[in-house]
């Protein structure tokens, strides 16, 4: 009778393995130079679309001083969703982020409210300073990111991680 069970088990791991590691991208090479940090194949549709997965891996660090989250990844491709919220009434939303640094391939990050860009978070800038804020808000709310094999890392206080939801 063990024996009997053995095979669909091993035929229904069989099956979610490959649906989990089958259905990721393949890794994007950065084409454009290693001081351009522009997608060149991602485009706003698959930022936006966002059911592409992802390769490289997303690393999302407690920081050992201080309250904050450190969100990295070195040779990231696709598309994944760091944080989003679901507001059914009118709110306010502030999202400040610090280190926004991008060291190799291509990357993008935006926030979406509805399946819309509403805004590119700037990356490499000379203000290590990200401040965001948007009243009266009623939607789906996402902070996307988007990379062809992008190193990548940026900081964001736990207490103002904890209050959306992320993976």
Known sequence: MKKLLILPVLLLVGIALFWL????????E???GPDNYNLQ???????????MGMTGG?????DL?????????KGFAGVYDVLWANYLGKSDITLDLTALTVTEGNF??????DDEIIEVIPFNQEDPFYAFRLDDVNGHFV???AGESAAFEF???????????HP
């Open 143 to 145: 902070l996307r990111l």
């Open 108 to 113: 993008k990050a935006v926030l979406l409210l």
């Open 155 to 165: 900081h964001i206080t736990e207490h103002e991680y904890e209050r959306f939801e």
């Open 41 to 51: 194949v991602l485009n706003d549709f698959d930022i936006i679309n966002g059911d």
């Open 65 to 73: 001083i201080g309250s904050g989250i450190t969100i990295s990844s």
């Open 58 to 62: 997303i690393s999302v660090k407690h």
């Open 21 to 28: 590691f089958g259905t990721a991208p393949e890794p994007i």
């Open 30 to 32: 950065d084409t454009n």
